[in-house]
């Protein structure tokens, strides 16, 4: 199985020209921005390409309603009409234009002001438009947000030297909360009725506050799945439900296996490498990839991985089954095999 490549599971390979950066999975549609300002995206049934836009980058997160696409690139925003690929209207953000994200009816975005001289972030901003990108409310605080997400309001986690949650609900009021570690917040994801929050000192935390997990160092990945969470850090260890699992490599990123399942996990140790962990907690290698996988997505009966060269790689139930099928005809070529020499022996004796 070690042998298999990322590319032989795969139903379609695209490449966006530099290290992918952002990806955006949703029905029928993959898009991919880059770190060099490509935006391309594909439908899944057909693999044709629907957009291919170039935009100032990093392309640092995309998110779509109705037809219209936002994206958070360079120090902007932007709003892009899918079906023809017309850019509705820009407007520029302070710093680095980070994240973007639909809610009660308004695109927020999540910028941030990096100080070369003292290398390190001073000043981050909630920004709030209407759909026509006329801006609403801003506010601005001291730490980095680190992930923007929303539950039944924006939740911002956020960096030193604060380390806590940042949240902003219909009555426009900023409110801090603090977690159960006062750790800087890293990553995070949106689950179903909390938002997860993974910090630098390997803690998980929801958006309550509690304390939801301890993992063995920085947390490099963190999904939600449909009975919770799953995260994985870069000393190799994977937090699923009740489970454990140490893999002793670094963790770029997790995802649900196609057929809906399984988890998913990327590793990195000179290579790329894909391994399948079970309900049970059991994981095998079961392909692997030259270049580091940057960004991964997932739906129902698919997932797409980009890597830093800029290729796409989108791998589905239907592609995926291909490889029980190839194992059971290489089991009976093998036995064909071991057969003539079992035969070609006794002619010998």
């Known amino acids: ?46 693999g044709k390409q629907i957009l291919g836009l170039e935009l100032d980058g990093p392309i640092s997160d995309l998110a779509s309603s109705g037809d219209v696409l936002y994206t958070a690139c360079s120090s902007n925003l932007v709003a892009i009409e899918i079906s023809t690929g017309e850019v509705l209207w820009s407007t520029q953000l302070e710093g680095s234009s980070d994240s973007v994200a639909i809610w009660d009816g308004f695109i927020w ?10 290398s390190d972030y001073t000043e981050s901003t909630l920004w709030k438009f209407n759909s026509q990108g006329d801006l609403i409310e801003r506010w601005s605080f001291a730490e980095k947000g680190w ?32 977690l159960a570690v006062p ?9 179903s009725e909390t938002t997860i929050f993974g910090l630098s000192d390997g803690s998980i935390c929801n958006s309550e506050g509690d304390l939801c997990g301890k993992a063995s160092g920085l947390v ?5 799945i449909d009975d919770g969470w799953a995260s994985g850090d870069r000393n190799g260890r994977i937090l699923w439900g009740e489970k454990e699992i140490e893999l002793d490599r670094e963790v770029l990123s997790l995802g649900v296996a196609p057929n809906g399942v399984d ?3 990327q590793t990195w140790e000179d290579k790329s490498r894909f391994l399948s962990i079970s309900p049970r907690g059991d994981y095998s290698q079961i392909f692997e990839h030259p270049d580091r996988i940057m960004v991964c997505n997932f739906k129902e009966e698919a997932i797409v991985f980009g890597d830093e060269s800029g290729r796409v790689f989108l791998v589905e139930e ?14 009976h070529r093998e036995e064909e095999r071991n057969l003539l020499k079992e035969r070609l022996r006794r002619l010998r004796e």
């Open 1 to 46: 199985m070690g042998d298999r490549r990322l590319s032989d599971a795969s139903s379609f390979i695209r490449d966006v020209g530099s290290c992918c950066s952002s990806i955006l999975f949703e029905s029928d549609t993959v898009v991919v921005g880059s770190r060099e300002g490509a935006i391309n995206s594909w439908s899944i049934e057909t």
């Open 109 to 118: 975005a999540l910028s941030s002001v990096y100080e070369i001289d003292i």
């Open 147 to 178: 992930h923007m997400g929303v539950n039944n309001g924006i939740e911002i986690g956020i960096g030193r030297p604060s380390c806590g949650i940042i949240k902003v609900g219909r009555d426009g009021i900023l409110n801090y909360h603090s």
């Open 183 to 191: 750790s800087p917040v890293t990553i995070g994801c949106d689950g």
């Open 220 to 224: 490099t990945s963190i999904i939600s």
């Open 263 to 265: 988890l998913w996990v």
């Open 318 to 331: 239907r592609y995926e089954n291909r490889f029980d099928q190839e194992d059971m005809k290489l089991g």
